[in-house]
């Protein structure tokens, strides 16, 4: 049973899709070593994830890749000289495939930010080492193939 409705479906599986968002409000004060904060802050960050997914003996939906794209507001902790909070804007692309995500951000949107010279970029690789394990041990319990026999 997927996870999400099927959106597609071809000779190598079906396509689903799964919709998130994440949202954070903040609190802060100036003190020593931050100096013009802005007091309340917000971050929301929508994201829309495209892949496969498959269920594993114990009921837990893990995907064998995934794409995902996502979008970032922040209404900016620091201010500037006028008191004005510094928005931040910025996109993040993701790449899944079994226990490996590629993740990279940056906050080029058109020039909507004008707080730097240039956009800054990162980017991210992870590994699940507790999927990674259970590969490993799925693999070892499984009896090997019989080498053939010489006659």
């Avoid at 949202?23 to 829309?48: E, F, K």
């Avoid at 009921?59 to 794409?67: F, H, L, R, V, Y």
């Avoid at 058109?110 to 240039?118: K, L, Q, S």
């Avoid at 992870?126 to 053939?148: E, F, G, H, M, Y």
Wanted: with cysteine.
């Amino acid at each position: 049973m997927p996870i999400t409705p099927t959106i597609y479906s071809w000779s190598c599986g079906n396509l689903s899709m799964r919709a998130s968002a994440v949202g954070q409000i903040s609190y802060q004060d100036n003190g020593a070593v931050l100096h013009s904060v802005r007091s309340t802050t917000g971050l929301m960050q929508p994201s829309i994830v495209f892949g496969q997914y498959r269920t594993t003996e114990t009921g837990k939906p893990i995907p064998p890749w995934e794409i995902e794209f996502a979008l970032m507001w922040d209404s900016g902790i620091f201010v500037n000289v006028e008191g004005v909070s510094q928005k931040q804007f910025a996109w993040s692309i993701a790449r899944s495939f079994g226990p490996v995500r590629f993740e990279t951000w940056n906050d080029s949107m058109a020039n909507i930010v004008e707080r730097d010279y240039g956009p800054t970029y990162g980017a991210t690789i992870a590994l699940d080492v507790l999927r990674v394990w259970n590969i490993i041990q799925c693999r070892r319990s499984k009896p090997a193939t019989d080498s053939p026999s010489s006659s």
